[in-house]
């Protein structure tokens, strides 16, 4: 899409509003919006943004980060690939922004920007990465309980809630997001689509779209979508599972082997490898909330010892069993510790930071964990090297600002204010009630 192109459709659909969004260090999604006559010189120039807003959190209070005090300004500039006509809000169309310099240039304090720098890395490697981001949500009535109480894949619960789920089926199509699968999930409330994998950059602003469009039509059909990792703490959490791959530059997946067991690639392994070996940090960008926390214990398929195995719903990575009559093409692994309180971005970028660390620096992820590791004793588990994830932001945090290799790769800005950001939220949360910290951050994602 050219401006040219944006212009036109403007002008046709006659839409009156273009929203210039990007997603915050906190994971909430923000943006000012364009009204249509001015739009020309925006889609160009961008749209003024204080530095100060990278250094938010996601409660509104703005942290102490000198580079971005309250003299300063970036420009948010959309990519005009992103841009798409909203199903769900009249006369509206909305575009995700980069941050970039007075001058243009790519501003390092971006989280776009990071995800774009690590998929230069893999693309000097030869590799595409793929990625589909899982969306699991909860509906919450006005009374703040969940809407229905059906069971898990139960055919009830589609009924309940077929209205709602064409309504999001036809606005995900019309924005060019490839559903692939709908139930209703475990928790009471709780629901799940699934999309078809596309380029990393692209399936983490699908996430955002999602995730705007889920809130929206839940809003219209007299209900609230929640993204949070554990809105009720009885019910279960909302994981947001990122699946991944290579492909080659002729499409072909590199994570496929003929001669593995599982099917996975030795680039395959090395991947998963490195996402191991930086896993206590990688939580620090994936799961980055304190109800993150709330969600990641054990028996609950959202991983809690750093493992692998082949379709282990216990373990952070899961190697995926290939659809038998498409294997080399399907064959891809699941991160499980990532919810959808994260930025995607920074999700992904931090994912593949890691990924090609176990490549570059051919590593071997040990044997895979066949059975629950939750089963085994705390001696079994030292015996495999086998250590529990962190159980708090706090932890998490810690792990991520020792991790040379994530820093790096983020960058001293963003290191700096994304550390700020949330070490000011763990700061918020720590030692509350943990019925108040779920509640807080019900409708906030
Ligand atoms: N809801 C679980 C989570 O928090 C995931 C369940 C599943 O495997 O889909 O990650
Ligand atoms: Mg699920």
């Known amino acids: 899409m050219t401006i040219e192109d944006v212009i036109s459709a403007v002008d046709q659909q006659k839409i009156q509003f273009v929203r210039f969004l990007y997603c915050d260090?906190?994971?909430?999604?923000?943006?000012?919006?364009?009204?249509?006559?001015?739009?020309?010189?925006?889609?160009?120039?961008?749209?003024?943004?204080?530095?100060?807003?990278?250094?938010?959190?996601?409660?509104?209070?703005?942290?102490?980060?000198?580079?971005?005090?309250?003299?300063?300004?970036?420009?948010?500039?959309?990519?005009?690939q992103t841009f798409r006509v909203l199903p769900y809000a009249p006369a509206t169309?909305?575009?995700?922004?980069?941050?970039?310099?007075?001058?243009?240039?790519?501003?390092?304090?971006?989280?776009?920007?990071?995800?774009?720098?690590?998929?230069?890395?893999?693309?000097?490697?030869?590799?595409?990465?793929?990625?589909?981001?899982?969306?699991?949500?909860?509906?919450?009535?006005?009374?703040?309980?969940?809407?229905?109480?059906t069971?898990?894949?139960?055919?009830?619960?589609?009924?309940?809630?077929q209205d709602?789920?064409?309504?999001?089926?036809?606005?995900?199509?019309?924005?060019?997001i490839l559903l692939e699968q709908y139930y209703p999930e475990l928790g009471a409330g709780q629901h799940e689509i699934s999309v078809r994998h596309a380029p990393a950059m692209e399936a983490a602003t699908q996430q955002l779209y999602i995730r705007e469009t889920i809130r929206a039509l839940a809003q219209k059909h007299g209900v609230r979508a929640s993204f949070a990792p554990k809105p009720f703490l009885d019910q279960a959490g909302n994981g947001g599972h990122?699946?991944?791959?290579?492909?080659?530059?002729?499409?072909?997946?590199l994570f496929y082997s003929d001669s593995d067991r599982y099917h996975l690639s030795s680039l395959g392994y090395q991947f998963m490898a490195g996402i191991l070996h930086h896993l206590p940090a990688l939580l620090g960008l994936t799961t980055p909330t304190a109800n993150s926390y709330q969600r990641l214990t054990p028996n609950t398929w959202s991983s809690s010892y750093a493992c692998?195995?082949?379709?282990?719903?216990?373990?952070?990575?899961?190697?995926?069993?290939?659809?038998?009559?498409?294997?080399?093409?399907?064959?891809?692994?699941?991160?499980?510790?990532?919810?959808?309180?994260?930025?995607?971005?920074?999700?992904?970028?931090g994912l593949i930071a890691a990924g090609l660390d176990g490549i570059d620096r051919q590593l071997d992820p040990g044997d895979p964990m066949l059975i629950n590791p939750g089963q085994l004793t705390e001696a079994e588990r030292l015996m495999k090297n086998i250590v529990r994830l962190p159980t708090s932001l706090d932890q998490a945090l810690e792990a991520l600002s020792k991790d040379s290799l994530l820093i790096d790769s983020l960058g001293p800005l963003l290191t700096e204010s994304y550390l700020a950001v949330k070490r000011s939220e763990a700061d918020f949360y720590r030692g509350k009630p943990e019925e108040e910290i779920a509640a807080y951050h019900r409708f906030r994602y």
Not at 151 to 161: Q, R
Not at 246 to 253: K, L, R, T, V
């Open 25 to 80: 260090n906190g994971g909430i999604i923000r943006g000012k919006s364009a009204y249509y006559p001015t739009l020309p010189a925006r889609l160009a120039s961008g749209i003024g943004l204080t530095v100060a807003m990278q250094a938010m959190n996601s409660l509104d209070q703005l942290q102490d980060v000198p580079e971005m005090g309250p003299v300063g300004e970036i420009r948010l500039v959309p990519d005009l």
């Open 308 to 349: 692998w195995g082949p379709d282990n719903r216990e373990a952070p990575l899961r190697v995926a069993s290939p659809m038998r009559t498409h294997v080399s093409q399907s064959i891809n692994v699941e991160f499980k510790p990532a919810d959808l309180a994260a930025n995607p971005y920074l999700a992904l970028g």
């Open 151 to 161: 069971l898990c894949f139960a055919s009830l619960g589609m009924l309940t809630s």
């Open 93 to 149: 169309a909305a575009a995700f922004t980069t941050m970039v310099d007075l001058d243009g240039n790519p501003w390092p304090g971006c989280p776009r920007d990071f995800l774009n720098r690590m998929l230069r890395q893999a693309e000097s490697r030869g590799l595409t990465i793929q990625a589909s981001i899982e969306n699991e949500f909860s509906l919450i009535d006005n009374e703040e309980k969940p809407w229905d109480n």
């Open 242 to 253: 990122i699946h991944f791959s290579a492909s080659d530059e002729f499409g072909q997946n």
């Open 164 to 176: 709602f789920v064409a309504d999001v089926a036809q606005a995900l199509q019309s924005q060019g």
